[in-house]
């Protein structure tokens, strides 16, 4: 007798167990009509966005544009998944689900450039399209996605290594402030950036460290650089804007004057670094346009279609050279 | 002199022993290190710009600050057997709190004071959950406080909307830049809360009571040690100090990267306990140890900098120092070398005679 509650209760389990199921198959069909309304072209398409998440202003401003740009209005379903703590392994968590739940196409932007192969490669044999946002993969084979729009690393980097050159015609020494090593947005960087630096001799590579993209940390490693080299460096190239504010600081914390003793080069284009750059306390900003939704949008609604795109894609950037640019750019900047 | 260099030789190996002692060598090390690469290094000047001290040590000393605060509220917390891996995370809430209130006010010292003590008050509350978790509930510290990690650091891009906030107020900036004559702020504040909390947990029966605690919860109940209370008053503590900790890493620069402040701090104060010899299974506590693992850590990052480390190769490189330092202060490594050594006089005094 005293097993029949036992069994009650099992069967219990197995109904709540039905029911969950029931609600996930009803999720499942959500995203199906979606599907079929995709190839229709006027129902919901449903876009599965695997996103960085807060790391900075420029990426803070690139997936609010995105998200602003694929709205219900706009006819898209936007689920969008930002990574914790930048980790990789919730990205690809984030994805392998996207590919499960059948969504009609994935947007990615890879925290590490390496690792994604057979995530793609599943996406492939599901038939959903891959559009990489800004951040490229490693290694680069074309075939594992449908194209990556971003605004181009080495040309942004190169323009501040052009910069640099001419700004300093009797030469000098340089740091470099770098991303997380590894990723791909830090090497694309330092290629542009060495590709042009490393052909003039009179600009003397004194080191290079990361600062992970943040101030905090690029504030501390810029001080004890400065010491390490007796306050001799005079240009500092960091690969975000967050880094070169922190090094400013450092410098005026050793009573140097930024800009004058260290002229900053910075990628971003912030409003931050913008500011910075008006008040001279920056020397150059390169701007990494991350205001592509429109373009983006564009490229969905051809790869939905059927229609052939670019396996790259490139947004143009702007470049900011002095104060004065900086404040004329700065009442309508957007991010 | 020979009286103390006697006493000296005869505690050798207490000395030797004290798991501190290696933190110390290690230290010692890493600056000679520095000094190999630049004769310079330890040297401090004066700054004519800027009006104070300067130099590579009082940047070491600066940099260590957020590390001792959440290394000695663990130090605490470890004593009673338990751990509290929230600490990065309520550094990033304190970090937060404090960014977004300031950016709303004007920079009075009056902003900044309330300021510091809505972020410090929330990051005890924080603390105090972990405590109520732990010690109410019963669950087990390494659940309720990884529970918080992660609640922690998702509260904080609440609080900031998800970006990284700015502020302005020289007064609240001034706790992690300023200066009073000549030596920096934030040192001071750190050695002065590190002093007041030994002052409490040595010279009361509280650190005994703590030890007690980790060492047999049932038993020091049967004692007469309030344990409930006294692990709520550690992990409130912890999360305070974290707080500080948090205060300290974002007025430094006036932002909070939500995604990276005191990100993974959690480990680094682990690892400056354990360099300090305390023991993770509890029972037995060190501040002073734990004093000096922060300061090894932040020596260990300040050095990697300085000799100019590729970034690749940074993480290895602090583990191999950190790998090397256990090694030297296990018991057993060192029995087997002494082993070893007397194993070599023994055959080479068989041979003598042959």
């Known amino acids: 007798m005293r097993s029949i509650p036992r069994v009650a209760r099992a069967f219990a389990v197995t109904g709540a167990l039905a029911l969950g199921l029931a609600a996930c198959g009803g999720g499942d069909d959500d995203t199906a009509s979606g599907d079929g309304g995709g190839e229709g072209g006027d129902e919901i398409v449903t876009v599965g966005f695997v996103a960085v998440g807060p790391e900075g202003g420029w990426r803070q401003a690139n997936e609010a544009n995105v998200q602003d740009t694929f709205t219900e209005e706009a006819g898209f379903e936007l689920k969008y998944a930002p990574a914790t703590n930048l980790d990789q392994r919730s990205q690809i968590d984030a994805f392998t689900s996207f590919v499960d739940e059948g969504v009609d196409v994935i947007l990615l932007s890879a925290t590490e450039g390496a690792g994604w192969e057979d995530s793609l490669r599943r996406a492939q044999e599901a038939e959903i399209p891959v559009i990489l946002v800004d951040r490229g993969i490693e290694p680069d084979d074309t075939s594992l996605y449908v194209t990556r729009i971003a605004p181009d690393n080495y040309e942004v980097s190169t323009s501040v290594a052009e910069w640099a050159v001419s700004a300093f015609p009797d030469g000098g020494n340089y740091f470099v402030l770098e991303g997380p090593a590894g990723v791909s947005v830090v090497n694309e960087r330092n290629r542009g950036w060495d590709d042009t630096v490393g052909a003039v001799p009179n600009l003397v590579k004194v080191g290079a460290q990361t600062a992970n993209w943040s101030t905090e940390e690029a504030k501390s490693v810029f001080e004890t650089v400065l010491r390490a080299n007796n306050n001799d460096i005079q240009i500092v190239f960091a690969q975000n804007d967050e880094m070169g504010l922190g090094a400013a600081i450092a410098v005026e914390e050793a009573g140097l004057t930024p800009g004058v003793d260290v002229q900053i080069a910075t990628i971003d284009g912030t409003k931050p670094a913008l500011e910075a750059l008006a008040e001279g306390r920056l020397s150059f900003v390169a701007e990494y346009n991350p205001l592509f939704g429109e373009t983006l949008l564009e490229v969905v609604d051809k790869v939905l279609n059927g229609e052939e795109v670019e396996p790259y894609i490139v947004v143009p950037s702007e470049t900011f050279d002095s104060p004065e640019a900086a404040a004329a750019a700065l009442p309508d900047r957007k991010y | ?354």
């Open chain 2, 1 to 354: 002199m020979t009286d103390v260099a006697s006493r000296i030789a005869a505690n050798r190996g207490a000395i030797v022993r004290n798991q501190a002692f290696w933190g110390v060598i290690a230290i010692v090390l890493l600056l000679a290190i520095n000094v190999i690469k630049d004769p310079g290094y330890l040297a401090i000047g004066y700054n004519d710009e800027t009006g104070h001290l300067s130099g590579n040590l009082i940047d070491i000393l600066r940099a260590s600050a957020p590390i001792l605060m959440i290394a000695v509220g663990m130090c605490l917390v470890v004593a009673t057997s338990g751990i509290d891996l929230s600490v990065g995370s309520i550094m990033v809430v304190a970090g937060a709190v404090s960014m977004e209130l300031l950016r709303g006010m004007d920079g009075t010292a009056g902003n900044a004071a309330l300021t510091l003590a809505i972020a410090l008050g929330i990051a005890t509350a924080l603390g105090a959950v972990n405590g109520i978790l732990v010690s109410v509930v019963g669950l087990q510290p390494f659940i309720s406080t990884l529970v918080m990690m992660l609640a922690g650091r998702g509260i904080a891009k609440v609080i900031t909307g998800g970006q990284n906030t700015t502020a302005d107020n020289d007064s609240f900036a001034w706790l992690a830049n300023g200066y009073v004559v000549g030596i920096p702020v934030v040192f001071l504040l750190s050695m002065a809360i590190v002093a007041l909390v030994w002052v409490l947990v040595r010279r009361s029966a509280l650190g005994l009571m703590l030890e007690a605690i980790g060492m047999d919860s049932r038993a020091s109940r049967l004692a007469g040690v309030k344990r409930r209370s006294l692990q709520l008053t550690v992990y409130s503590a912890s999360g305070l100090l974290a707080g500080v900790a948090g205060v300290f890493a974002t007025a430094s620069v006036m932002t909070v990267d939500v995604s990276r402040t005191g990100y993974q701090l959690e480990l680094d104060a682990i690892l400056a306990v354990v360099i300090g010899g305390t023991s993770l299974a509890g029972g037995k506590f060190s501040i002073g140890g734990a004093v000096i693992g922060g300061l090894l850590i932040a020596t260990l990052d300040k050095t990697v900098v300085f000799l100019g480390v590729p970034a690749s190769a940074t993480p290895a490189f602090k583990a191999i120092v950190i790998v090397v330092l256990c090694l030297l202060q296990s018991e057993r490594v060192r029995n087997l070398f002494r082993n070893r050594r007397a194993l070599r006089a023994q055959s080479q005094k068989e041979v003598v005679p042959a």
